[in-house]
């Protein structure tokens, strides 16, 4: 392993815009498109590291504003930063704290200024003050692999005056935070804004691009803006990231999603849903999700998935995964994290081969034409 | 592995009353005296067998009341078995389901009969009659490696009389159980009533060896009746009890308990207690107990004991696990009970150790002089 390096994309090669990409990193090198599991306050829920690799698992996500609240940054930095406090030797992603700032803030009241954004602790209504210096402090402490730029996720829908003044802003914000960042092993990448206008999001794009960021993420909004408005938003900026690094869509990890999102040229994805959908019970397959507390698996011997590899595939029946969570055991959602995760990460395994032969589509397509959870398209 | 043999009980050597054994079962041979930890549902809270395996567990009990319920004795013998239904290879124990009835009934309602108990399920006070045969019939479902005989835990303090006409009927309820015992590849083992009488103790004692049980458990009553009173009654029992079979506490795991009950002669020990205090955030240490949510281990970088051999000791800082206690991330539950589990499977290591060196004596002295947590003695 390589130490005290920005991060480095290699584009090996594309399919349509697809790119299939070597992700070098202090923490080791992987190969792109990745979906990144999220450790919120740093762990992944339930899971030890140990899980985390044995489901090959690369960059895992973690959340600045929730660990700004706890433990606190200070904490993180005495025990010699995120990969040391939580026993995790792979590569970490933290956000800014932008999205938690507008979507957790107590009673979502927030004043925007120039300076940074007020808000109340979704804790304990504590006041707090989170500007773009203070979250590159955050996280240059935290000394994750990779740290995001402190944006404002917009509302949706906004005016396009009002799109227009913060993606202004946010690249003022991303210009100062640039200037703050002061850790030599840490990346930083950019974020792409401008709502859903296409000329915002060329504008942003561009701009953020001059500034030179070690990798791009589009933006979204704080809350769903559609499928369709995220493609939208995704097809007017990526056009304007450069080649040679890598490109993160935040927060998405449905698996029609990723296939959108791969076709579109995009590399890093995250999300919550795999550990989320767990704890509710939830199981993917290729034939779409299926809940484990449905009464039909009451006597089911099999496994979720018999080709699984998963260590919950290999070692667990249906029916078992069923007792767990109707008497509330919290094995349960640990034992489906394992293999929600598995799956997407698996999923992308996939999709990097169908890439290297030229039949991403047809990927695509078969992997469609099985899943049966289409509504949500 | 040799199946379907009962289980054999080999005394090596004695050290006072303290006996080095070893039990051999279906599922392996094992040292004694041990530690069983308690997976209620047919799962140790939280934990994998590989978990339980590292930690060096022998026998793990699994509580017949809880599975009857949920999720069914057939369901769990159409799996094949308790030890193919939760994917552990280890030996496990059921008990009978008597103190769960005693202790755990909607309202602590029952009606006590000749033919068995009247009852109301703790879930959905859906009313329930649970008999000897039919423990004995639950129990050959599951298939477990030792099953317990049905016996009445007594309320505490009750007349002599009553404790009287309760012993006879658990002596007419073991051989009930035992007559319609059905299951080559298990063992049963007798419960040794009496309460606080030391002649009825005995007689219980004598009456219930007479029957010819795989092994013996001194029961307790259905409340804790304090620690002399236990101590007393398991001195009242243990002399009738022939040195060929293994001797069991059962709900039993205060390290000062497990040293009294070896010193007496117990072989085997079971309770909730490792797993319980860790979702409470409590650690066993040679010092004593200690709460991972103060405030003191903040910023402490070490782990809860550096000597400890378990995979949280090896891989995990207090600092770390109390931000999960007080972020409310489940893994800090596992984590711990991963360690309680080792202390006490260790304890127990040290303790046979010390029994082949003729220095159980010593060891419970130096033991207790250490451990600052004598207010329970």
Redesign the interface.
């Known amino acids: 392993m390589v130490k005290y390096v920005k991060i480095k994309y290699e584009l090996i090669k594309k399919d349509g815009n697809a790119r299939l990409g070597k992700l070098i990193t202090n923490h080791g090198t992987y190969d792109t498109p990745i979906f990144m599991p999220v450790g919120t306050?740093?762990?992944v829920?339930?899971?030890?590291?140990e899980e985390l690799v044995d489901a090959k698992c690369a960059v895992i996500l973690s959340n600045t504003y929730?660990l700004w609240l706890?433990?606190g940054a200070d904490?993180i930095k005495?025990?010699?930063g995120l990969h040391k406090?939580?026993?995790y030797d792979g590569p970490i992603l933290t956000d800014s704290g932008g999205f938690q700032v507008f979507s957790l803030a107590k009673n979502k009241a927030k004043d925007i200024t120039e300076e940074g954004v007020h808000f109340k602790s979704h804790i304990d209504g504590k006041s707090l003050f989170l500007t773009p210096e203070l979250s590159m402090e955050i996280q240059n402490k935290l000394d994750s692999d990779i740290a995001m730029s402190f944006d404002e996720c917009i509302p949706y829908p906004a005016t396009y005056d009002y799109v227009k003044q913060s993606t202004e802003r946010t690249l003022r914000w991303a210009k100062r935070g640039k200037d703050a960042f002061d850790n030599e092993n840490q990346s930083l990448f950019g974020i792409v804004q401008g709502g859903e206008y296409e000329d915002l999001r060329k504008y942003s794009a561009v701009e953020t691009v001059k500034m030179g960021f070690d990798g791009y993420s589009i933006g979204g909004t704080s809350v769903g803006e559609g499928k369709e408005t995220m493609y939208k938003m995704v097809d007017y900026a990526i056009k304007y990231l450069p080649e040679d690094k890598p490109r993160y869509l935040m927060g998405v990890g449905e698996p029609f999603d990723l296939l959108e999102g791969v076709q579109r040229g995009i590399d890093m994805f995250d999300c919550v849903l795999p550990t989320r959908l767990a704890r509710h019970a939830n199981a993917f397959t290729y034939k779409g999700k299926i809940n484990l507390k449905n009464s039909k698996f009451?006597?089911d011997?099999t496994s979720i998935d018999e080709k699984c590899d998963c260590y919950t595939c290999k070692?667990?029946?249906k029916?078992?995964i069923?007792?767990?969570f109707?008497?509330k055991?919290?094995?349960g959602?640990?034992l489906l994290s394992i293999h929600n995760i598995r799956f997407l990460v698996k999923m992308m395994e996939e999709i990097r081969q169908a890439i290297k032969e030229d039949r991403f589509l047809e990927y695509k397509n078969e992997f469609l034409s099985n899943y049966e959870d289409k509504a949500k398209l």
Not at 45 to 49: H, P, S
């Open positions: 306050l740093a762990n829920k339930m899971l030890t590291k929730h706890r433990p904490t005495k025990a010699g406090f939580m026993n009451k006597d011997f070692n667990y029946t029916a078992y069923r007792h767990l109707v008497a055991e919290g094995l959602g640990r």
